[in-house]
């Protein structure tokens, strides 16, 4: 096993990274699929990647192929595409956008089903096994533990993010029970920085509510009293750190292989958004200074506008959150990773290295800003009340 090529997509992003650092580490040779305009520019990215996971001396060992997912074949020549199909032993695809915001849907269903839909055709007949990652949320507004099975037809969508992440586990699956590949669908929840250190490579989800809690904890931001927040303190955040979701992958493919199954890698103790602003608060001082409620009311300050429009897409997610099965999953780690408790002193661990890269990302300007132009109130629809995304069985052509 340990001289198998795998190819990797989606190697520098916020898994992908972590999916590489471990093939590296477990004696796989990589390679790779970079949009740089040239191989030396998509080798710096791999370097600087690599530091961050802790050990960019391996970048050297990692082939590098001039590409892109969202064209047919890969945009690669036929003879170039049929070496790589005939020397690749397994594929992890983890190249997606997760944009939620709704000005880049058209983005996301290019990036994410088109993406998948050539790989699947390039893959097909080819005896590659196929790991695709995918999303936990997949599950869409579903009440109760959610299986690791089918996302059902009918199945509503919080945003274009979720649902493209349905269409593509359809056509993996389609395409494992026709038998043109075989596979596994791997499913996680929302992943943060790497356990040991807090490294990510750059900043989204939970991190919008610790930029603002360091935002106000460092002055650039100040209350007007108790500032408020649209959220439910017995809703969860499945939060799953990046390392330990690419060794839970890593784990998955040579305990079981192309099983044809689907795995949540998700968390089975759940820090309570309780958990989260008690932290906060003493983080803040201890006065209780943040606090949760189910409507803001017709008067939000100033700060609390601000809030709001930064966590706006996440809305549903601070209100509910499925729980989810881990049947497949726990099975097959076999109690190899134990996740420990993901409390108050991890959260430090997240926001320490978030401010040590001045939450800059790793290759782009920083990630989220906190604007000094504060717009004009409007509450927000609640989760029942949104135009819900409706799977639909789209063909890409």
């Not at 390039?122 to 533990?145: K, M, N, R, W």
């Not at 791997?186 to 610790?210: C, E, M, T, W």
């Amino acid at each position: 096993m340990a001289s198998e090529r795998v190819l990797i997509t989606g190697a520098t992003g916020i898994l992908g990274s972590f999916v590489l650092a471990k093939a590296l580490e477990e004696g796989y040779r990589p390679v790779v699929l970079m949009r740089d305009q040239s191989v030396a520019e998509a080798r710096h990215r791999l370097q600087r990647v690599l530091a961050l996971t802790g050990s960019p001396e391996e970048a050297g060992a990692i082939e590098v192929i001039r590409s892109d997912v969202r064209q047919r074949f890969f945009n690669l020549p036929p003879g170039e595409l049929a070496r790589l199909c005939s020397s690749i032993h397994l594929v992890i695809h983890c190249a997606a956008s997760v944009s939620f915001e709704s000005n880049q849907d058209t983005l996301v269903w290019d990036t994410n089903v088109r993406g998948t839909h050539n790989l699947l055709e390039i893959l097909t007949d080819a005896q590659v096994p196929l790991y695709y990652v995918s999303t936990a949320y997949v599950a869409g507004a579903h009440d109760g533990v959610r299986q690791e099975h089918t996302v059902k037809n009918g199945t509503s969508f919080t945003n274009v993010y979720e649902r493209s992440k349905a269409h593509c586990e359809q056509l993996v699956r389609e395409s494992m029970g026709s038998g043109r590949i075989a596979g596994a669908i791997l499913r996680p929840s929302i992943i943060v920085g790497a356990l040991k250190d807090g490294h990510i490579v750059q900043f989204l989800n939970f991190y919008g509510f610790l930029r603002i809690v360091d935002a106000i904890a460092t002055g650039r931001l100040r209350p007007e009293g108790v500032t408020r927040f649209v959220m439910a303190p017995a809703c969860t955040k499945n939060l799953v750190p990046a390392d330990w979701t690419a060794d839970a992958i890593w784990h998955i493919i040579k305990r079981e292989g192309p099983s044809g199954r689907t795995y949540h890698l998700t968390n089975d103790d759940p820090p309570t958004q309780d958990d989260i602003f008690q932290w906060a608060n003493t983080l803040l001082g201890g006065n209780m200074p943040l606090a949760m409620v189910p409507d803001l009311g017709e008067r939000p300050t100033r700060l609390e506008r601000v809030a709001h429009m930064q966590l706006r897409t996440y809305l549903p997610y601070m209100l509910d959150e499925t729980r989810f099965d881990r049947s497949n999953t726990d099975r097959a780690l076999d109690g190899a990773l134990p996740l420990p408790c993901l409390r108050g002193p991890f959260f430090d661990l997240l926001l320490e290295y978030a401010r040590e890269r001045q939450w800059k990302r790793l290759f782009h300007d920083p990630a989220f800003l906190l604007s000094d132009k504060v717009p004009a109130f409007s509450p927000l629809p609640r989760p029942a009340e949104a135009a819900a995304c409706t799977h639909t069985n789209v063909v890409v052509t």
